[in-house]
């Protein structure tokens, strides 16, 4: 975990059945990671390959992320997040949210996703916030570009009733 860090790279390493996030960024700045190979279990959740949260000027470059949860997840709070070249499947694509889940979250924006492959993916590129939310969050300047997709089931998602535990029946959204 990067915890309040600035002005670090994580390059070159390979990680393998993490029993939670791979890498998880957390209120940190200036951060690149690049060059690494992450692989778990198709069927393991809460394994995202690179989750980022409340965190800014963050590049994830040239990589290689097969798990059984998001490659790369984009959380409250973040702004100026590059993905860039990287090869994801299989698992559940790439995510900006959840979002909306605690109250007081901050916005995302200047989010940039471009030259990537997604390969045997439940999802492609989905933006997701919950259909409780405890507090009205804002995505603006999202960029999604030269995306390529292979045997993707949902290759665009925008989820603005995220259940996961499905106990939300009824509620509408947001």
Do not use: W
């Amino acid at each position: 975990m990067l915890f309040h860090v600035i002005n670090a790279t994580v390059a070159g390493i390979k990680l393998l059945n993490s029993k939670f996030f791979h890498i998880n960024i957390d209120n940190s700045e200036s951060i690149t990671v690049k060059d690494v190979n992450v692989t778990a279990p198709a069927d393991v959740e809460n394994t995202d390959g690179v989750h980022v949260g409340g965190s800014s000027k963050i590049s994830i470059l040239n990589s290689t992320i097969g798990t059984g949860d998001d490659c790369v997840s984009i959380g409250p709070g973040c702004n100026g997040v590059l993905v860039d070249s990287i090869t994801c499947g299989p698992g559940q694509g790439i995510s900006v949210g959840c979002l909306g889940r605690y109250k007081d979250e901050k916005d995302v924006s200047d989010i940039t996703v471009r030259n990537c492959v997604l390969k045997n993916t439940t999802n492609g590129v989905r933006i997701k916030s919950y259909v409780d939310a405890e507090s009205v969050l804002t995505a603006s300047h999202l960029t999604f570009e030269n995306i390529r997709m292979e045997e993707v089931a949902n290759p665009i998602v925008i989820d603005q009733y995220f259940c996961p535990q499905k106990v939300c029946p009824g509620k509408r959204s947001n």
